[in-house]
């Protein structure tokens, strides 16, 4: 797969961490018209993940985050993939180079996006948090419960993922998945309380990524709910075309029940993993309208 050709310029960007998030990043940022990855990082130097890079022509390093501070002119904006404590420690250093960051990770540093909710109000920041894959799952759900019902008393996010689709630094981050997944729930749809649940599937074959919400309020109206659920998705759907509501708003005894399921591009692990493609594609969408910013 080569780059794609452009007759405009494109933001230079590079990928923090060679894990399975940053691989299936890589080979979708080889589609776009608007970025150009001009490092893949790790800290290996022989993994397989590594040579998937070299053979698709991108430079790499294992130098790790010492590559960012030792060539910062060579990336205008980086995709951190590693874990939320390293992101912790990479942020100030990204900020002290004024370079872009688009972080993959729970660490809660930066402003919490989900482009189809709130992408304008990112574009003017240096650090933007794409929450979690449940995250990006759920708060597209979650807001548009509470534009019709304003008070919203408690929502359940429960997310069943393949086990081969979470790598050692999703494993290593489960306790900050969960906070930061409750945090941008409640911050989104403005919910009293909320609780997330991730559960990784050993199942063979392996299942699709699968989000439950559930969600109590006041004086529930499922048929204008299922309406501003709809018009949701399809907004999700531009950039996540494998995102599809298999249960509409539903009530049940006093709670709104909704799910969804999400099939991935097949881009580095099968269409399984559509936790990876929704988060991928949600920071591609995120990068690429901060890089039409940028060039314009």
């Known amino acids: 797969m080569s780059q794609v050709k452009t007759n405009h310029k494109r933001l230079k960007v590079a990928i923090l961490g060679g894990g399975l998030i940053g691989t299936d990043l890589l080979i979708k940022i080889m589609r776009s018209e608007w970025l150009e990855c001009t490092g893949f990082i790790?800290?290996?130097?022989?993994?397989?993940r590594m040579g998937k890079a070299i053979s698709l022509g991108v430079p790499v390093s294992d130098k790790g985050i010492a590559e960012i501070t030792e060539h910062p002119e060579r990336y205008e904006l980086v995709f951190d993939a590693?874990?939320?404590?390293?992101?912790?420690?990479?942020?100030?250093?990204?900020?002290?180079h004024g370079i872009m960051a688009i972080d993959l990770t729970p660490a809660k540093v930066g402003i919490m996006c989900v482009?189809?909710?709130?992408?304008?109000?990112?574009?003017?920041?240096?650090?933007?948090?794409?929450?979690?894959?449940?995250g990006q799952a759920s708060i597209p759900l979650a807001w548009a419960l509470a534009q019709v019902h304003p008070?919203?008393?408690?929502?359940?996010?429960?997310?069943?993922?393949?086990?081969?689709?979470?790598?050692?630094?999703?494993?290593?981050?489960?306790?900050?998945?969960?906070?930061?997944?409750?945090?941008?729930?409640?911050?989104?749809?403005?919910?009293?309380?909320?609780?997330?649940?991730?559960?990784?599937?050993?199942?063979?074959?392996?299942?699709?990524?699968?989000?439950?919400?559930?969600?109590?309020v006041k004086n529930p109206n499922v048929e204008v709910l299922k309406k501003k659920v709809e018009e949701m998705v399809a907004t999700f759907k531009k950039y996540v075309p494998g995102y599809e509501l298999v249960v509409p708003p539903t009530l049940e005894g006093n709670r709104i029940v909704m799910m969804?399921?999400?099939?991935?591009?097949?881009?580095?692990?099968?269409?399984?993993?559509?936790?990876?493609?929704?988060?991928?594609?949600?920071?591609?969408?995120?990068?690429?309208?901060?890089?039409?910013q940028k060039l314009s």
């Open 260 to 292: 969804i399921r999400v099939h991935g591009l097949g881009d580095y692990l099968p269409s399984y993993a559509g936790n990876l493609d929704i988060i991928n594609c949600a920071a591609i969408a995120m990068a690429e309208e901060y890089a039409k």
């Open 42 to 48: 790790s800290r290996s130097s022989n993994s397989a």
């Open 82 to 96: 590693t874990s939320a404590v390293g992101h912790q420690a990479h942020a100030p250093i990204f900020a002290k």
């Open 115 to 134: 482009p189809a909710v709130n992408i304008r109000e990112c574009l003017n920041r240096k650090n933007v948090n794409m929450v979690t894959c449940g």
């Open 151 to 216: 008070e919203v008393e408690y929502i359940e996010v429960v997310s069943t993922i393949s086990s081969r689709s979470a790598g050692p630094a999703t494993r290593a981050n489960l306790d900050e998945y969960i906070d930061t997944t409750e945090k941008g729930i409640m911050h989104f749809s403005g919910a009293k309380r909320a609780k997330a649940i991730l559960v990784l599937n050993p199942a063979e074959p392996c299942i699709n990524m699968q989000t439950t919400v559930f969600a109590q």
